[in-house]
């Protein structure tokens, strides 16, 4: 998990590890990441987590590796580790958002979606887009499992088939390909709308599609 100690990236660490995963933990700070993994052993002292601190360059050693950072730092980060991630999954939960007054607005970056400038800046690597609309605070707690559809986008639906298996492993989800990352434009986009709702009803919304059945 490059992000790992914000709290998207920290949902998914936990959520993976709670079915057995190992994760590295990443971050800018070794020290953060090791915080972050001795705060997540704390609040679930009954699960064995297998959660590793590390930087982020650690974490591009994974299999699979999720970016989970802030919109404006993503051209710098992969920049400086473009090399480690070549020939990895790379999957992007990184929505564009801004602040507008009281309002969370979308942002759309010159290429259109932050999961194709992720795949601009990793041409070497197999790049996907998922987990965008996960309310990360409700997620990250393992004795409530969300039910809610995620959807995934990649460039090669092989890529897209892995990631909607990976997403199937976790309780209450329930992967569905979604199309190339040209998609993903409309995806991080909504994000900002099922935000607006949550603060509107106090809500940790989630998706649902009618009407489709997989598996
Ligand atoms: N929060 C949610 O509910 C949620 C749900 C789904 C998707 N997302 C998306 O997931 C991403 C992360 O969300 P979050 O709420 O976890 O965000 P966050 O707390 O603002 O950031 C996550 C981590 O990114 C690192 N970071 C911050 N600025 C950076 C920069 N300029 N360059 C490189 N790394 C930087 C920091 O880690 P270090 O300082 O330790 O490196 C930080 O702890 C966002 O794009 C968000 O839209 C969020």
Request: charged share 20%; aromatic share 4%.
């Amino acid at each position: 998990m490059i992000g790992a100690t914000g709290p998207a990236g920290q949902a998914v660490a936990v959520q993976y590890a709670a079915i057995g995963e190992r994760v590295v933990v990443g971050s800018r700070s070794a020290e953060r990441a090791a915080a972050t993994v001795g705060e997540l052993r704390e609040r679930w002292p009954g699960r064995d987590l297998d959660l590793v601190a590390g930087d982020n360059r650690a974490a591009c050693e994974a299999d699979v590796v999720v970016l989970a950072m802030p919109w404006e730092g993503v051209p710098g980060t992969l920049a400086d580790l473009s090399d480690a991630l070549r020939g990895r999954l790379v999957v992007s939960m990184v929505n564009a958002l801004a602040k507008w007054g009281r309002y969370v607005v979308p942002v759309v970056p010159p290429t259109g979606s932050v999961s194709a400038a992720v795949a601009l800046a990793l041409p070497e690597s197999r790049v996907a887009g998922a987990f965008h609309h996960l309310p990360a605070g409700a997620w990250a707690d393992l004795d409530h499992p969300l039910e809610a559809d995620v959807l995934v986008v990649a460039e090669r639906r092989a890529d897209a088939r892995e990631v909607v298996a990976l997403v199937d492993r976790l309780p209450g989800l329930r992967g569905v390909d979604a199309g190339n990352l040209a998609n993903a434009a409309g995806i991080e986009a909504l994000t900002a709308t099922l935000v607006g709702i949550n603060v509107r009803y106090k809500a940790h919304a989630t998706l649902r599609l009618g009407g489709v059945e997989h598996g």
